[in-house]
């Protein structure tokens, strides 16, 4: 018989899907050019050339049965290596190539940490607004998802909701910073203040609690930002790395899982990580691309015109009079949205074929995303109409 | 705090990694070119050409977004097309891209098949000799897996005993043909005998059980063998395949679940296969890798050394006096080991520097499995040792 778990999956409302669809409906009706899209959290600049050079380069001169062969089962050594040496340049950690496990992507890094760090039953807090998907992420591995409500004046975390969610269950809290949907990065008050709180509470429940770091969205930071590197406040932290935003490589499904040396069992998380895999069926991640990765990680794809679609809309939105706290980083907005529903505001907003995704299923209503990684005339092309919205 | 369950796995005795390590150890001694390593499933041949063509072909011509870009979450549609093509050019089937899902290779194919079609506490009965990861995969499922015991006469079903284990809660009938360790293939009336009482007992149970037959070798058959494809025997079979074995690309981890269109609920296995991925942190496999396995799946690698080897080891052998079911594929071996302890006689053939992994890890004990996928020349060196071994 069907596993009724996943099956019942089908039938939860999958809100992004449904702009998705209305939107290549309504294409056929009104033409693709006329539909603005802001729904999906895609790149919408492609890689770095050199991405391209180094996948042909290896092909042609490594030596044919280590191209494709088997990688050990935490990567290749090289490669973690890479990883390491690239984050010790960035941030002045002291990782070794012994701290890092190659993943397909954040969201593989993640499935690792959850695992590794908490066992069926314990409970995982996060921060409102997050990622829709650290729903099935945790409740795959058996995991309570505890979402603290949103700080809505500045996206940063709401402490006291946090204090008053820990428990000696909290096996890890997860961040995501710079975030989706908000943009906004936290700033390192945030960071020491959480760190404490961490500090406090894993002496008085007597045991480790993890901090789980997603950061996709880390290379994309607007200038003029600080965007400190979590790891380097909390010794118990785990950082989600992925190569999807910052060089444009979302399908490719690369990225590793970071474990701070100072971390409690620093050795152990990264020795189960492999056994972890066996149970997931996930042996490791491709080659090729853990090969091109650990040549092109000091690179970026060119990242400029999400800033520059940031700067245009904020200050566009803003002198409409809609409120946004103003992003960081990312290519994500997330402001309020007029009259407070936001599904009714998306939904108007469809009719006038500008497609966006209510706050509600990031835990936070009452506000609208806007992934502005677009080409920057359909931004132009936006405002109008988000001007028109504000007055209807 | 640490997940015991995965921790608890780092002291289970890991048998072929430790004969790696001696070996490692013994070639730092005797020299690395005096190992006879036959310990490991590494494909020996390279990737066909035509691989490392199309790779480069692809990263010219294909779009510089759609390139890299996501993958929909069953794979891309013409590559799931370009799959169901091949396998009914091949076996005359009737797949269309809609029973297609594209997979890490086999073990990501598995791990979305045993979720799909089983729930926790649900039983899995699978046929000794048997890939030793199949608990692991299972476990992690919240399965229980049990093992037919082998027929070691001819490595085909021990029918008599799988009779006895079949039970309301079996909700999957797993096998590989051709087999890892034994080399051999299902031959047609054990796919018909095997799919008859499926037939009978999914009546007298009123629940369907579905077939997952796990085909990584599918395309390493020796000359003169006839390799049925299970799926044309039985309705409700699930096809995991992967290229890790036929064209070389095991560091790749890319395959595909291909879900009988006569299935029992074969469109919603495709469906809820997504559904699967969000919970194990696993958001499709590489869109480079998926393109280039569209265009050469066709292909195989050079696997002509296989049966080189096969025919030398197994001449050789017999005329020793081992007693072996010859293979009909694969680049496994699987005869008796002499004096029935195969951790003795694995334990002295490495005192003379042969690298062989005992039956036991297999369910199956009192043989040993030779891993032929090596240099002619190796096998060559290696029989005056098998001879020796078996007069000590």
Known sequence: MLNQTFASMLNEKDVI????????????IVGAENILDFSLGNPSVPAPVSVNDTIKSIVDTCPPLALHGYSPNRGLPEVRAAMAEDLNRKFGTHYTMNNI???????GALAHAFRAVAAPGDEIITFAPCF???KPYTAGAGLKLKVVPADISSFQINFDAFLGMLSPRTAAVLINSPNNPSGVVYSADT??????ILEEKQLEYGHPIYLISDEPYRDIVFSGVDAPYPAAFYANTLTAYSFSKSISLPGERIGYLAVNPEAEDAGKIIEICPQIS???GTNQTGTLMQRTVAEVCGDTADLSVYEK?????????TSYGYECVEPDGTFYMFPKAPGGDAFAFCDKAKELNLMLVPGDIFYCPGHFRIAYCVPTERV????????????M
Chains 1, 2 share one sequence.
């Open 17 to 28: 899907f449904e702009i998705f669809q209305y939107a290549q409906d309504k294409a056929k």
């Open 191 to 196: 960071i020491k203040k959480l760190a404490g």
């Open 101 to 107: 496990f190659m993943t397909q992507g954040a969201a």
């Open 380 to 391: 132009e092309r936006s405002l109008p109409v988000f001007k028109q919205l504000i007055s």
């Open 309 to 317: 679609n940031e700067k245009l809309l904020y200050e566009a939105l």
């Open 132 to 134: 829709s998907e650290y």
């Open 278 to 280: 066996r149970t997931i």
